[in-house]
């Protein structure tokens, strides 16, 4: 568990994207206002991406198209706190998104529950006060080989 401000939690983020392979799934959990789109711009800059970061909470998914590793990259960021029902995510097509290249960030995972493929990592995220309380949790053995690389970078922070 980390204990961050804002400026760290970019920096944690972007230690994530560096070490994140091709088709990795992020759940990321945590109140309303906790840090979720703070952790994604971080992770969507040190990718390269210049233009504004918003939670797509409107429009659900956001798409980004990034370099990884000398090669273009899939990055779909998902917001479903407005999600009424798990079946709107079939009518916008969510298994086109989960196909195994991309790599998706979805924030509020519970609104699509049993749509959803199943977490490579979680990241929870809790406010206290000026700080943030990160934890990131491996899930699937991708999760835990990401982890693996991240552990002795994230000590250093």
Not at 52 to 66: D, G, N, W
Not at 82 to 93: K, N, Q, S, T, W
Not at 105 to 130: C, F, H, N, R
Not at 133 to 155: C, D, F, R, T
Request: aromatic share 10%.
């Amino acid at each position: 568990m980390f204990i961050l401000d804002e400026v760290m939690m970019e920096k944690v983020a972007a230690i994530v994207a560096s070490y994140s392979p091709s088709g990795l799934i992020f759940y990321l959990e945590g109140d309303l206002g906790a840090g979720k789109t703070t952790f994604v711009r971080g992770f969507l800059r040190h990718l390269g991406c210049q233009g504004a970061v918003k939670s797509p909470t409107f429009t659900i998914v956001e798409p980004y198209r990034l370099e990884l590793n000398g090669k273009q990259q899939e990055v779909f960021h998902f917001d479903l706190y407005r999600l009424c029902d798990p079946e709107e995510l079939e009518y916008m097509g969510i298994q086109d998104y989960l196909d195994g290249e991309a790599i998706n960030l979805i924030e509020w995972p519970e609104k699509g529950q049993g749509l959803l493929a199943p977490a490579d990592v979680i990241i929870t995220i809790s406010y206290q006060g000026k700080s943030r309380e990160l934890e990131i949790q491996p899930i699937s053995e991708k999760g835990i080989s990401l982890y693996a690389q991240l552990k002795p970078a994230l000590e250093q922070i």
